[in-house]
């Protein structure tokens, strides 16, 4: 590399470094403001900015502008306008103003709105989130919006995030107040999302209808060889998936995204990047962006990267880890327990809000990563169980204990690594061990969201934890608000012990895999939603409505707009799969399985034609193998198709989203199970498309 990191890092962004290069000392103060503390932006202070950003983006190339946001289909979405303004003469000049800069108009009409718009009803708005930067990318300036209608109403993913961060730190601040750290004015809660993801062939891709239709394979038998043998999990990189590794970095680099972390997940083919911790709305920006440099890079590299949950079957899938704190504008991480988190009562009280929040709205969380796609990965031994639980590990644990039973801790020594290699240096071993089957699990100064799928907006996940942490911390304030100073210790502990016991609960420090504890959830009363049908109405359910009316994250007619929105996406994605699997079974795989069974018929023929003494017993026990499970498919085949045509009559959501998850999945499973067993007996010559052993083994 010609450049140093540090001289490419960030270069396409307009970060605080080029604001203050480029920005008039007071309208960077101006803007440093509205960053920083959440207050309104002047006009006079938006045209100052978009000269500034105008000129930068012109030196780097930018020829156009477009505002960039993120509508409920999962993706974002972008139309691009350029600079130029014609004037007298024939000539141009490159203009940008404050108007366009704060507002953009694109057509709301045919992105979903759950009905909260018709479509004759076009008009949309896009309105700058000037707290996430801007940047260039393929020659166009990208400016971070919220998208709303005519009306007001969010449209996007974004606009709910930052309501949802708007109240924690709104509750946040009280609480820390009313615990003596007054010069606090803002807390702001942090995201870094672990991005896991598969890469295959390109050339292997463009032959699989059902990867390029769903992101998922619905056929494919697993190969002699799977991740059984725990080699590809941190091994050696590959050169040919080290250099697309390698590009995305400094791909990602430019645009100041942190990628940190990069490493071979357990599955073949499988990898994993995590980045450094960013501002959760701005985490989520830079996950959505690095989805797409993700897709783009592999691109160039003969790739395809696949972020569905579950690409292959009998394998492990791919999730997203969503590592979340709360930080304030000093800096201090209120998740961070010091060297004795028995003594430091800030610490505790956000702990336990946290508990209360996980407890109270393990139902809200669960919907929040329910997805088609994620329901082949929850509750399978490679990711959390679909039951929200939280793991706090020895030391939190025995904390909690002391405050609930009256009785004294006391922290353990730190015990040094005993290797036995004496050349080996010393070091000391962390106080609590991880658990990888909690869904929601501390992991030292932060909590670990796990549940998360691969090709998920982090958005949605964070919303509801910022709003339900800053409904406990509004409990929490209304409790203590108005206590003498001298009292005010007594009547925290007398809180965090009632917290403890009211919530302790949700607390699992086991083995979520087993079905010892799914027995134990029961009886505890915890929510056990397996499926998204079974998740999805709790969006609706009075108390979740409650929630987010009163912390004005939704309106009542939006969050009935997003259920809606659901159901369809979950509706929708299982009949593409449907059709796409009638498509693959009755024109690739039951001729490719004919073909064998006449290939086994005619080698018998001209064994015979011979010689009369040649035997045939194998080829005709092959040959009606063949033929048997061809009847078997094509009878479950027949079901099949009566059962989506049910599916296709049906007109309720809800009733049609449980008749998919309930009869048509099963049925793609019993064909999927059939023809498994079939393609090891069909000659590789006869396949019609890739199997799992050449695109899962293919460097």
Not at 180 to 194: I, L
Not at 597 to 620: F, R
Not at 681 to 696: F, N, V
């Amino acid at each position: 590399m010609s450049t140093t990191i540090p001289q490419i890092y960030g270069s396409l962004v307009f970060n605080d470094k080029v604001m203050r290069d480029k920005l008039p000392k007071d309208i960077y103060k101006a803007l440093r403001k509205t960053i920083d503390q959440n207050t309104h932006l002047e006009i006079d202070v938006a045209n100052a900015v978009a000269i500034a950003m105008k000129e930068w983006a012109v030196e780097n190339g930018a020829t156009h502008f477009t505002h960039w946001f993120q509508p409920m289909t999962g993706f974002t979405a972008e139309k691009h306008d350029s600079f130029i303004s014609p004037v007298d003469g024939g000539e141009v000049i490159m203009e940008f103003s404050g108007k366009e800069l704060v507002k953009g108009e694109p057509d709301a009409s045919s992105f979903p709105s759950g009905g909260l718009r018709a479509t004759f009803e076009a008009r949309g708005y896009t309105a700058w989130d000037p707290t996430s930067p801007a940047f260039i990318k393929d020659g166009t300036l990208y400016i971070p919006t919220a998208f709303c209608s005519y009306s007001g109403e969010a449209l996007d993913k974004k606009t709910p995030l930052l309501r949802s961060m708007e109240a924690l730190s709104k509750e946040a601040v009280r609480m820390l107040h009313i615990l003596g750290n007054t010069s606090v004015k803002s807390v702001k809660t942090t995201v870094g999302p672990e991005q896991e993801y598969f890469l295959i062939d390109k050339e292997d891709f463009k032959k699989r209808i059902d990867l390029k239709f769903t992101g998922r394979t619905l056929l494919g038998a697993k190969p002699p060889k799977g991740q059984e043998m725990d080699d590809h999990y941190f091994g050696v990189l590959k050169p040919r998936v080290a250099a697309y590794m390698h590009e995305l970095d400094e791909e990602l680099w430019k645009l100041g995204i942190p990628a940190k972390t990069k490493h071979n997940e357990v599955a073949p083919a499988q990898h994993e990047l995590a980045p450094v911790f960013d501002t959760t709305n701005v985490a989520v920006d830079r996950n959505q962006l690095t989805m797409e440099i993700m897709k783009k890079v592999a691109e160039k590299h003969g790739f395809v990267c696949l972020l569905h949950e579950k690409p292959f079957d009998k394998i492990n899938g791919s999730g997203k880890h969503n590592n979340w704190s709360m930080t304030t504008d000093a800096g201090t991480n209120l998740l961070d327990p010091g060297k004795t988190p028995a003594e430091n009562i800030q610490f505790l009280v956000f702990l336990m809000a946290v508990i209360c929040a996980v407890d109270d709205y393990a139902d809200l969380l669960r919907l929040s990563v329910a997805s088609a796609g994620n329901d082949h990965r929850l509750g399978a031994n490679e990711a959390p169980p679909a039951i929200i639980s939280m793991f706090l590990g020895e030391e939190l644990m025995a904390v909690v204990d002391s405050i609930e039973n009256d009785t004294f801790f006391g922290a353990k020594e730190k015990v040094q690594m005993e290797t036995g290699a004496t050349v080996l240096p010393h070091f000391f071993k962390d106080t609590t061990d991880r658990n990888r089957t909690s869904p929601f699990a501390f992991t030292g100064n932060k909590f670990e969201f796990r549940s998360l799928g691969s090709s998920f907006s982090v958005s949605g996940p964070n919303v509801v934890l910022n709003t339900a942490v800053a409904e406990a911390l509004s409990q929490f304030a209304s409790q203590l608000e108005g206590v003498p100073e001298s009292e005010l210790q007594a009547k925290v502990h007398a809180l965090l012990k009632q917290a403890i016991i009211d919530h302790k609960r949700v607390i699992f420090n086991g083995n979520g895999y087993t079905d010892e504890w799914v027995k134990e959830a029961e009886k505890r009363g915890l929510y056990n939603l397996r499926s998204t049908p079974d998740a999805l109405p709790v969006f609706i359910a009075e108390k979740n409505v409650k929630l987010f009316t009163k912390h004005h994250i939704f309106t009542e007619s939006e969050i009935k707009s997003r259920y809606e929105i659901l159901l369809e996406n979950y509706n929708k994605t299982i009949h593409i799969e449907a059709k796409t699997l009638q498509e693959m079974v009755n024109t690739q795989f039951l001729p490719a399985l004919a073909s064998a069974v006449d290939k086994t018929v005619t080698l018998a023929a001209k064994k015979k034609k011979v010689s009369e003494e040649l035997p045939v017993t194998g080829e005709i026990k092959l040959a009606k193998k063949l033929s048997e499970y061809y009847d078997e498919i094509t009878a479950a085949e027949e079901k099949f198709e009566a059962d989506v045509a049910k599916a296709e009559a049906m007109t309720d959501e809800l009733e049609l989203a449980k008749f998919y998850q309930s009869v048509i999945l099963e049925d793609m499973a019993k064909i999927r199970e059939v023809a498994d067993e079939a393609e090891g007996l069909i000659p590789k010559e006869l396949m019609p498309y890739p199997t799992y052993a050449d695109m899962l083994f293919y460097v």
